[in-house]
Each structure stands twice: as C-alpha cells, then as structure tokens.
C-alpha cells in the first residue's frame, strides 16, 4: 500500500491522521509530541471523524517520535468506551529501543481494550492488521 498517495487527512498538533481506506486509519505522531490527555482527546475525535463514525482499525505510527506518552493520555487511549467501541485492533510501529519501552508500558500497564501488537515496520503492521478485519464485523 502506498502511503505516500494523498487522502483524507487531519492535522492535529501532535499528529497528522489519514484515512488509507474504509478499514484502516493512520496517525503518525510528530517528533517531540508529548501526548497529553488533550492531545488523546483530539486523536480520538480525529479517528472516529475520519472513520464516519464507524469501526476502523489503528495504524499507529511512532517512529522517530522523540516525546513522550503522559500516562493520563495511555489510559484514555487504553479505556475510553468510545473510542474503543470504534477502534477494533491497533499496530503499534516503532523504530528504536525507547519507544519500544514506551509501546510495551502502555500495553501492559494500561492494558486496552482494542487488541494491540508493537511491530517495526509499517508493512509487517499493514499485514496483521489485515487478519484483524474481521473485527469489524457487527
């Protein structure tokens, strides 16, 4: 798939969403971005736009972030009952060991609602999101 082709997009200050097809939504969050319960609140009111209101799977992008994930923000991405209602399954992609960590803490101490797995590239994460449209499904 080619990310690169311009589509349906919005622009937050912490990050820039695109809608790369009926199923799959990309948020990649820019570098420096410390995510705070505001910023969360924006990403998911993003999400659910670009989603039309229906259930849609997260391609988050983090590579080369550079910030930091407030744990007020984790646990709302974790555990708000609506932005879970929409959000079947999220790929979490990371390049380098402290996002890692980061990815790895919000799953295990936020422990969220929507399935989440950390991948390294977007391809593999594309993939297994992929097996995931099933959850879609009413």
């Known amino acids: ?15 820039t ?24 609140v924006a990403v998911r009111d993003a999400f659910i736009e670009l989603a039309g209101g229906r259930k849609f799977l997260g391609l988050v992008d983090a590579r080369n972030m550079g910030g930091t994930l407030g744990r007020k923000a ?3 991405f974790a555990k708000n009952e609506k932005f879970n209602a929409h959000m079947m399954a999220q790929a979490l992609v990371v390049n380098n060991l402290a ?40």
């Open 1 to 15: 798939m080619d990310l690169d082709v311009p589509k349906e997009s919005r622009e937050l200050d912490c990050a």
């Open 17 to 40: 969403l695109w809608k790369l097809n009926n199923e799959v939504i990309l948020v990649r969050y820019k570098d420096g971005a410390n995510l705070e319960l505001e910023d969360a």
């Open 74 to 76: 984790s646990d709302y």
């Open 99 to 138: 996002l890692t960590l980061i990815a790895r803490f919000y799953i295990m101490m936020s422990n969220p609602i929507s399935e989440p797995k950390i991948f390294n590239n977007l391809e593999e994460a594309l993939d297994w999101l992929e097996t995931k449209k099933h959850l879609l499904e009413d």
